[in-house]
């Protein structure tokens, strides 16, 4: 036997015992997780049978304990802020959340957190990821900085249209105006027509606002037909997205929990330590856990310089056994941690 097939041996026998190792890594940890269970189920009964209050009872789940039980009905009427103005698709979220909202509209996203937080609104509305163009970055960055609680998300359906205030023809545009999210989804239109410039704007009803009333025969927006409608403009050419069933997914946030009876997604932050391996273990807990991760986004953390900041949402319900003790490991484990809400999704009426 050479050297080189001597070493290609110890190479495949020593994968053989890592193979193995986290065989048995697995199996003791699901050991340890149902014994857990057993502990905390056996806490639970001698609560609901003793006044007394045992000592080792653990501080974060009491925590999670009085969040859940401050959660409040989801109301049909609310104080709601979105961003942009009327017509906006944040304004249509906001209608598949409430039946009758009280929207007050602002410019920029970080105003929404802050009307949420200083008591201005109930309610908050933002989008925070597409199917094409994929999550908006800039709230999540926000996510970081304020306190709320994600109580509901939806999915609305985004068709955009080429809406102009006089131009007939495309060959009479030269600048068209969008949030940048839009201007993502819409690439193949901007290929199609390199002669017009295509500029960033705060939001695109607010975008569709301001070409109407420019009344300038060569701009454009890209806007829904709701727009069209509000601000009596023309559509020079409907959906032209990307993709047919581009849509975009927006949460409902509130200073303090909702009550949601049927909530099957929760949403957590955190930071793991700057070393190998570290991710990977916090994402194997679930696994063993038998539990389905839906995204997992991750932004940098600019107190840390190349460091980042995990966003992940999961399926499943803050009461469940599994999900407490997963919950409450993660608390204690990691340096940083934050439980962004437990909720479902409202569908609307077709």
């Known amino acids: 036997m050479n050297q080189k097939e001597a070493q290609r041996n110890q190479i495949h026998n020593l994968q053989k015992q890592i193979a ?8 003791l940890y699901a050991e340890r997780k149902n014994l857990v269970m057993e502990s905390e189920y056996l806490l639970m009964s001698f609560l609901e049978s003793s006044e007394e209050q045992p000592m080792n009872t653990s501080a974060y789940l009491s925590e999670l304990d009085t969040i859940m039980m401050t959660q409040k009905e989801f109301p049909k009427h609310a104080k709601v802020a979105c961003q942009g103005v009327e017509g906006a698709y944040s304004n249509q979220a906001a209608e598949q959340f409430f039946e009758q909202p009280e929207i007050q ?7 929404i957190f802050q009307a949420v937080e200083d008591g201005r609104v109930e309610y908050g509305v933002l989008p925070i990821e597409n199917s094409t ?4 970055a800039q709230v999540y960055d926000l996510m970081r900085r304020h306190n709320f609680y994600i109580i509901k998300d939806t999915q609305v359906v985004v068709r955009h249209n080429l809406l102009s205030a006089g131009a007939t023809s495309m060959e009479q545009l030269t600048d068209v105006f969008s949030h940048v999210q839009a201007l993502d989804q819409c690439m193949k239109l901007r290929e199609e027509y390199p002669h017009i410039t295509f500029h ?6 607010m975008a569709a606002k301001f070409v109407a009333e420019e009344n300038n025969p060569h701009y454009a927006a890209l806007a829904s037909a709701k727009c069209a409608k509000l601000y009596d403009m023309h559509i020079l ?8 069933g581009n849509t975009t997914r927006f949460i409902c946030i509130s200073k303090t929990p909702g009550f949601c009876p049927n909530a099957n997604r929760i949403s957590l932050c955190f930071t793991v330590p700057h070393k190998p391996g570290s991710l990977y273990h916090i994402l194997h807990k679930f696994a063993l856990n038998n539990l389905n991760l839906c995204k997992l986004e991750s932004r940098p953390y600019p107190e840390k310089k190349f460091e980042y900041m995990f966003y992940l949402d999961i399926e499943g319900k803050s009461s469940d056994y599994q999900v407490r003790w997963l919950l409450n490991d993660l608390n204690n484990q990691l340096e940083y941690f934050k439980f962004l809400g437990n909720y479902n999704e409202i569908v609307p009426e077709v």
């Open 133 to 136: 163009a994929g999550s908006v």
């Open 105 to 111: 509209y602002y410019t920029q996203f970080e105003e």
């Open 237 to 244: 050419k409907p959906d032209v997205q990307d993709v047919s």
């Open 20 to 27: 193995a190792m986290e065989r048995e890594i697995e199996q």
């Open 200 to 205: 960033e704007y705060a939001n695109t009803a």
